[in-house]
């Protein structure tokens, strides 16, 4: 999955600050994992505490066939899209999975942060939300079908 360039965090305050660049208006939960997880590897972030937890991706059916969402929790962290000069508001989606954030004490919380001209949406993902059609073989369709 590729790691989506100039994402900035802001480790100063608490919670952290996740900021996607202007250039993007979407960013899906398995690139934001994969992003973030680059970002605590770089020697200077190591000595701060994880940015993200995440799950999923587990099978749901005999077959293997559909697989759970990812489920991505910023730990003591926001996700902020980059403010926009306006004067119209731009539409900016967290999509591919579920996003939650918790604060420093664990408690969950609304997790983006406010941005100028920027209408957030969240677009959360219900279970199974991916299906690996190339794993569907017909003894596998049977067994589905005589469940």
């Given amino acids: 999955m590729p790691i989506i360039p100039g994402v900035d965090v802001d480790y100063s305050g608490s919670p952290r600050i996740i900021t ?49 969402g990812i489920t991505v929790t910023l730990q003591n962290a926001l996700l902020k899209f980059a403010d926009r000069p306006g004067p119209s508001t731009i539409l900016c989606v967290a999509s ?29 993902s219900s279970s199974p939300t991916s299906l690996d059609i190339d794993a569907l073989t017909p003894s596998k369709l049977f067994a589905i079908l005589n469940m």
């Fill in 20 to 68: 996607i660049p202007i250039s993007l208006t979407e960013i899906s939960m398995q690139d934001l994992h994969d992003t973030l997880r680059d970002i605590e590897d770089f020697p200077t972030n190591m000595k701060f505490s994880p940015l993200i937890d995440s799950e999923g991706k587990k099978p749901v059916n005999v077959a293997q066939t559909e697989f759970t």
């Fill in 96 to 124: 591919g999975g579920n996003l939650t954030a918790t604060d420093a004490v664990g408690t969950f919380v609304y997790p983006v942060a406010p941005s100028t001209f920027v209408s957030p949406s969240i677009s959360q």
